[in-house]
Every structure is written in C-alpha cells, then in structure tokens.
C-alpha cells in the first residue's frame, strides 16, 4: 500500500518570529523578585519576643545600667543572626522552574532547520523534538513517530505517555523515545508550567504550632514583668524611695522578669535537632519544621518516588509452562527467576523477545543502574538479563513503533517477529492459549501493568516486510504476560506501621492511575480491603465537602491535579490536621508549600519541590518521616522542660523582691538586678540547653500526637506549685540564716559586709537549685532518682560547668562586687547546699501524688 509522505512545515519566517517576539516578551518563566538578605536578617531582630528584649535593653541603659543593655542587645543581634544562618532561603521555587527548560531548541524557520536559544521561540515556531530532549514551551504536535513523553514532573504518573499527532505536551516534561515535530502554543508566562509556578508562589503558611504558641507565652510574660514594675515602683514609692531610685528599681525587675535566655534557648535547641535529624538523611529547611513535625496528624504522602522506587520492574512473568516470580528490583540484573524449570525456560525466551522488539536499555552509570529510554523497556532488558537470555545481536530488519491506535510495538529479524504490547491488542491477534485471561485477570487484580508478549514464525512471514505493521502483526503465538510495578520501598510498610501506632492519618495523594495506587497502598499497609479511593475528578469543589470526604485514615486519591494537591491540604488544615505533603515532582510544589510540612524526596526529587519544602529527605526513605517525627515529638517535650526550667528560675528571682516589699523593706533585697541577670543569662542557658537535647523516650511514637500548649495546668503547677516555691523558700531562708547568724535584727540596716555574704549565700542557693530543678525537668511523670543519671551527658557537662561559674561569680573579686554578692560563710553553704534535696524531694512527692 503507498503511503503519502508527511508535508513539509516551512515554519515561521525569521521576519514574523521577531515581530512575535517583541509582542509577546521571550519565552522565559516570570521570575519573582527574591527577598534582600538584609530585610531577612532585620525581620529576625524585630519580632514580638525580640522587640521585648529591645525595650528591656532600653530600660535598663535608662536605668543607668548601660552593661546590662549591651549584654541584652547581644544576646538579641547573636539570636537574629544564627535564626538568619538557619532559616534564610530565598523564595527560589519559581526561580528554579526555568532550570527545567532547555538552552536550546531544534525549530524550522524560513524553511531552513535551525537551532535557537528557547528564550527566542514564539508561538507558531515549529520545533523538532529527538528522544533525550527537554520539551521548551507549550507544543502541539503536529506528527510524532514512536514518541513517548515523561509527564511525571508534573503529573506524578510513572509511566510516559504515547501522546499522537493533535496532542499537546508540556514545557518541562522530557522526550525518552521517538521524535516529532510540533507547533509552539504557548511561551513563557502562559505555560502550564508558569501555572505551577503561580501557584507555588501563591501558596502561603499557616504560622508553626511553635510561632504562636511561643508568641503567647511572650505575651503572657511582658504583660507579667510590666505588671510586676510597675506594682513595685508604687510600693517603693510608698516605702519613701524617690521616684527616680524607685523608676530605677522597677526597670530592674521588669528586666529581672524577662527570660533573656528563653530566646536563644529555643533557636539553639531547634538548630541541635535539626543537626541531629540531619544524621538521620533529613534535612531542615526551616527551624520551626522540627517542633511541627511532631504535631504532624495527618500525612498526604505521593507514590511515585515517595512509597516506591520510581523504578519500574518485572515482578512476575506468566507463560503457558507455569507462572514464574522475578525476584530483583529495579534496573539491576542482580536476581533471579522463581518457578519450574519449563516455565524459567519459557521465560527466557519470552524476554528475547520483549528485548527484540524494544530500544529502551538499562545501564549502569556511576555505579547505578538506570534506564535509557522507555523505563518499561528498560526494566524487560533487566527481565532478559536477570533471566540469563541469550542477547546476542539480531539485525533489525523492519520495525513497527508503538501507537495509540494499535497500542503495540514490533520488530522484524531474521528470527521471525517479535511483539509487545497491551494484552487486549495483543491476545485477539494470537492462537487461544489456556489460562491467559485468567493470569490477565489475577494481575490486573494486583494493579500490575501487563505487557502480552508474542512472535510470528519467520517462515510465516512474506518475504518482504509489509509497510502496514497489522498486516505483520498477525498469526501470532503468545509467549506469554509480564507483570510489572513500580515496587514499593523495602521499609515503607514499617514505617507506614509506625505511624499508625503514632495516631497519624496517612492518605495516598498520587497522579497514577486507581487501580495502580489501591494496589500499591494495600501493599504497604496504608489502605485496608474497604478504603476509600477516589480520583481528582470525583472530589467534591467545596473545602468543608472535600474536608469531610478525606478526614479519615487510609485514604487513596489518584489522578490528581496540582490546584487538587493544594485544595487537600487547605480542606485537612481547615479541620485543624497540621498536614504534611510529601513529594518530588514539579507538580508538588504548590502543596509542598502550603502544607504545614512540606516533605520533599531530596535525592530522587526536583529543586521545585527541594525549595518548596520544609524538609529534605536525603535518602528518600518514607521511614524517615517517621523517624523525624519522632525527633519532632521529642523537641516539644525538650521545649516543655527548659520553659519549666527558666520560669522555676524567674519565680526564685522573683520572691526576694516579693518578700521585700510586703515587709515594706524591714527584710532586705536578697538580689540584686545584676544577679539575676547572671543567672539567666550566664547560668542558666547552658543546662536549657542539655534539658533541648533530652533523647526521646520509648513512648515518644504510642498515641496520637499531643493537643496540651507548651505551657499548660501541668506546667504551671510545677513551676508555681512545686519547683519554684521549694527552691524560692529555701533561698530566703538560706539568705535569713546568714543575716541572724551575723547578728542582724528584724528592721535594722545590715552591715554592707554582711548584706553581701547573705546576698552571695541567696544567688548560690538559686544556682545550686536551678541545677536540681533541671535533673527534675528530665521527666515529667518520674522522679529524678528513677532516670539514668548517664541519659543525658550533656546535662552533666553543663552542670559541672555551672559549677564553676558560680564559684567565679563568687569568688572573683571584681566579678562578685560587680554582682553583689560574695563566698557565702560555711554556715550559708550548708544552707545553700540544702536546696538540692529539698528540690528533688519535692518534685518527687509531687509525681508520687499525681500517680496516686
């Protein structure tokens, strides 16, 4: 039959592509314009808590305490410039879309092939599209030969689709076979591909669980400390203080009361737990990420990439012999065929075959194996090798590339032909073989895809090869059905597992196809027998409606649509779920970034969905979400026990005060403003520090994920109940006991010798507390007696370091006047000495009662 020859596309004049050119801009995507790194770095140093430091910096250089104001002002700048270091990343995932485009384009122009910068093509150029090609805008195709297109950046399906003449194909998706040729329909700004990025840029954060609940707790304590200054500038006035020494007194207390350590506290230990997630191949992208992480209570995970390999593999070959198991994955001949003999026999030349009539190869290159061309074809070149098929060449004497319209691919040698494709095309052109629907049906039910494989007789073809491939495909016999999949990941269904031990809801969020994904989530152990599976289409438009559908554990949702990725994780958060959104693609982006985490595959994913995200998973491995989480969880229980620290500490600093305005002066001030600030600032940060680093206990991952605030009824019961009043009491006392030992009388002016043993003996019976106080803040449920005093060393090393900073303070002349307070007598250490059991006594008794 004669053929006619496809027409011959002149393509625009050079004239008409520079008139389009200046009409519609180049065809590049619009670049957001990045944040200045200056104004990132400003915003660290104006946020509410460091504004409150600000104004206490303020006050006190008002005060007359210009030390104290550099000290506060530091501590400030060093916080805002490592939150910077930790946290600054330019919003860059619109930025790097135009990565993914090509540097150059085949296009036909004043009849003439050429080649172009892309940033040059307009719409009407017609471009030549060759197999490893990027494609570089928006195309139509006007003819395609065997062509077949990877999509998966932006539409999350695993397979690349055969799209025919009259199809379109997207700017960023990648040629693996064939060529065509197609016309320029849409550039730069216009793409499906800028749409994306639009939408990633408009997807915007919730503020972290962290953030808020941190800026009430900051609320809470400037409104306390401006409170408590003020009360005590009219009780010193009252007293007969002038009003300036009395302005002096309260700026000091409502410095006093601001906890100058909590800031750097929490950067610090949220930056040691990213350093440690980091061991674990999970790389944070914000510091806010690791507290989140552990308020996670509904997981959206992709598949492609995510739960599987993204490697497609021949899993079980069926033949007339017998049905035999591959064992092996991805694109690695290492493994073995599992069956009886006649069937592996049968298999081998079943994957002579399948090799014959494909150009898609596995290849090793830097030490992996990867595919070359069609990933299918590649995995039946594994097939062939792991099978130990004789490979040896076959000139190729006429082939027939795949279409939509036959949906077959073969090829003709010497040895006769040899035919692939999808079994309902395949099965009605070869002699009834017993027990093939059946094999069809059974892995169908196991969401393979199945490839018939087949070949004609050499002796029952004509001598010349026919131009039309259905007058050679025919008078088959089948050789038999290749189930392959996408396999899951080694230690998916462990940590799939793990998290519902944890109470977190999982949801399959997936571009493939239904029955692909409900296969693959029931493999895992993400989706039972009865789970719901629903495509993008079929979710309903409003959020409330889209919320109720998906609210539930083991959801699969396929054939979704980015805008659809991003309507999910709005509806879960709007039910109040802290979503996280696992992904790799291009397509991701947008709900990467919307999510309260957004989870991004860091070796096998794109910089979109890398940059989108909160969180790198170095390794790809879903365990290690889970193993992240687990670290999230156990920074907020950290957080929770160095904010019981700090306040205990705030409390026993603040009493003296207390106590010396309700005896309207007739007790003297036990501290002074300056050790009080040594305590928070010099003392006291380093074993906060130890309590951030606390390992996560055995029952960190059993139960749904925490509902109590950082600060609740069980906190402030210990630090108002419990810790602060033990070690506050015996501070005072420690403090009366060296006044009357040293003939002091109630109302009487102590002596200045005096006044300083007894204020040096109050500071070092704080310090010495705050130290027993942070072994009880190991635990909140047990006793620091029943803890492995080894469990954290950390701890240990900053106690001993605590140490010898309470002695320098005391004992450096300089240092002690400048504080105040000197070596407490013998007498004022053992009183000192005696806050530490009474610390630990009463946490002790305290837990043994709420156990009761």
Known sequence: MKTTPPPVRRGLTSGEAAARLRR????????????????????????????LLWAAAVLAYMGG???????????????GVFAFAQK?????AGRRLRELLPARAAVRRDDHRTVIDTTDLVVGDVVLLEAGERVSADLDLLEAHALAVDESMLTGESVPVRPEAGARVHAGTFVTEGEAEAGVVATGARTRLAGIAALTRSARRRPSPLSAQLHRVVLAVAAIAVAVGAVFFGVAVLLGLEPGAGFLLAVGVTVALVPEGLLPTVTLSLARAAQRMAGHKALVRRLEAVETLGATTFICTDKTGTLTRNEMTAVCVWTPSGTVRVEGSGYSPDGRLVGVPAAVEAVRRLAVTAYRCSTGRTRRENGHWRAVGDPMEAALHALALRAGSDLSDEPVRRRYPFDARRRRSSSLTAGGLHLKGAPDSVLPRCATVPGAEEALAAMTERGLRVLAVAVRRPDDLPDEPPADPDLAERELTLLGLVGLQDPPRDDVADAIASCHRAGIRLAMITGDHPATARAIAAEVGLAGPDALVVTGEELPRDEAGLGRLLDRDGVVVARVTPEDKLRIARALQARGHVVAMTGDGVNDGPALRQADIGVAMGASGTDVAREAADLDLLDDHFATIVAAVEL??????????????????????LVPFAVWAATGGQLPLALGVLQILAVDIGTDLLPALALGAEPAGPRTMEGRARKNRLIDRGVLGRVFGVLGPAEAAVTMAAFATVLIAGGWSWGETPSDGLLFTASGTAFATIMLGQMAVAFSCRSESRWAGRLRWNGNPLLLWAVAIDLVLMFAFLGIAPVAHLLGGGLPS???????????????LADAAAKAGRDR
Request: no cysteine; hydrophobic share 55%.
């Open 88 to 92: 600054y990343r330019a919003e860059r």
């Open 24 to 51: 519609d801009g180049p065809n590049v995507l619009p670049a957001e314009r990045p944040p200045s790194p200056l104004i990132s770095l400003a915003k660290q140093m104006v946020h509410f808590f460091a504004l």
């Open 632 to 653: 999230g969880r156990a920074t907020f229980s950290n957080i929770r026990r160095f904010l019981t620290y700090h306040l205990t500490s705030n409390v026993a600093e």
């Open 65 to 79: 305490l210009p030390q104290l104001a550099v000290a506060i002002a530091i501590v400030v700048v060093v916080n």
């Open 826 to 840: 013998p007498l004022g250490w053992l009183a000192a000495l005696s806050v530490v059991p009474a610390v630990l």
